[in-house]
């Protein structure tokens, strides 16, 4: 019997009912091509009504991070969407957030780029999401989706992952995911955290919960003393080595035995599978390896599979972003190359295919 909460929906429209079903607080965005869905189906649904979560349209989306930076502040479940210059905007805040520690929720649906770019998909945002566009050394756990059922799914992990380590965390996807529409399940419903859940949950929120209990919280990313700024930094760093060591997360197929392997995320990793088929009817022994965490890499997985594999071939849609990554992952020790298309343009399985066969005929 079929699961009465599976649905046909876009990518955008199922975060959106993620969101609602996973008790999140509050919403706050601004509308911009592929991720209008978002804010529009939450809009449509009314949680104000039934849940009491908040949904606003921001101002712009400067005002929408400043605003997940109070609510994340005070313990509550927050997030945002928007898509590759929205995100731009929203830079400063994310870092400020990092600094202080303040967990929420992040959705990119990239467009091409550079500047205002295209309304079409893009991945051009890897290199800002991964080594963090803001200023200061921080970073953002960063997620992949590659279907629609990872964009319902990835909403209550990173949520759960945000708390856990005190971080923002991105889902990072792109036009194609989050317009394409595909069948769905979507989480159980679950409630909003009471006041008192939240103080156990948080005690470090500054949501003036119980004083009477405890010294009021005080969030700030500044230190005057330049001593106690690098003890914050060290504390920082050591999070993300604990983030490095438990949260790797990656996909494979057809690696078992592949001796070529493409690597490749979110909608990209869609189309190389259909490669990997294409070159596997050749009798060409093809893998795909999906980095599911593009922050931290899942170089520990990607590593199994480098004693059998004779090249990689990273797939995006940009200019080689991840490439660097690969190699880092692999310390070097095979060849990695890359195909990408840019300003929009979604790589088809062919032409990933004969971009491998090149590689493989004329090494």
């Keep these: ?80 969407s928007s898509s ?11 870092s400020y957030m990092t600094a202080c520690e303040i967990p929420a929720v992040i959705i990119n649906v990239q467009r091409g780029g550079p500047g205002l770019g295209t309304i079409q998909p893009g991945q ?67 409630p909003r955290r009471t006041e008192e859940e939240i103080w156990e949950e948080c005690p470090w929120a500054t949501n003036g919960h119980n004083l009477s209990r405890r010294k009021p919280n005080v969030l700030s990313s500044l230190e005057m003393e330049a001593i106690e700024m690098e003890r914050r930094n060290q504390a920082l760093q050591e999070k993300y080595r604990t983030i490095v060591q438990k949260e790797q997360r990656s996909a494979t197929y057809l690696c078992d035995d592949a001796e070529y392997l493409f690597v490749a995320y979110g909608s990209v990793a869609r189309c190389a599978e259909e490669s990997v088929n294409i070159l596997r009817e050749k009798g060409i022994r093809a893998g795909l390896f999906r980095p599911i965490t593009l922050w931290p890499y899942p170089a520990d997985a990607l590593c199994q599979f480098i004693p059998q594999v004779h090249l990689l071939l990273a797939c995006e849609m940009n200019a080689g972003q991840m490439v660097n990554d690969i190699r880092l992952a692999i310390n070097c020790q095979r060849p990695v190359f890359h195909y990408g298309r840019m300003g929009g343009v979604v790589p088809g399985p062919q032409e990933m295919a004969d971009a491998m066969l090149q590689l493989i005929n004329n090494p």
């Design 84 to 94: 590759s210059p929205g995100v731009a905007l929203m830079q400063e805040g994310i």
């Design 124 to 190: 051009s945002d890897y290199l800002q999401a991964t080594i963090g566009g803001g200023n200061g050394d921080y970073n953002m756990i960063v997620l992949a989706p590659a279907s629609v059922q990872d964009m319902a799914d990835f909403v209550d992990q990173a949520f759960q992952l945000a708390f856990r380590y005190r971080n923002p965390v991105m889902i990072l996807s792109d036009g194609v995911i989050g317009q394409m529409m595909e069948k769905v399940t979507l989480p159980p419903m679950k």
């Design 1 to 80: 019997m079929e699961n009465t909460d599976t649905f046909l929906m876009k990518g955008n429209e199922a975060v959106a009912h993620a969101a609602i079903r996973c008790g999140c607080d509050g919403f706050f965005g601004y509308p911009i091509t592929p991720q209008s869905e978002i804010l529009e189906t939450l809009s449509a649904l009314r949680p104000w009504e039934t849940t009491g979560m908040v949904v606003l349209q921001a101002e712009s989306e400067i005002a929408a991070i400043n605003m997940l930076y109070g609510g994340g502040g005070s313990g509550k479940r927050v997030m945002t």
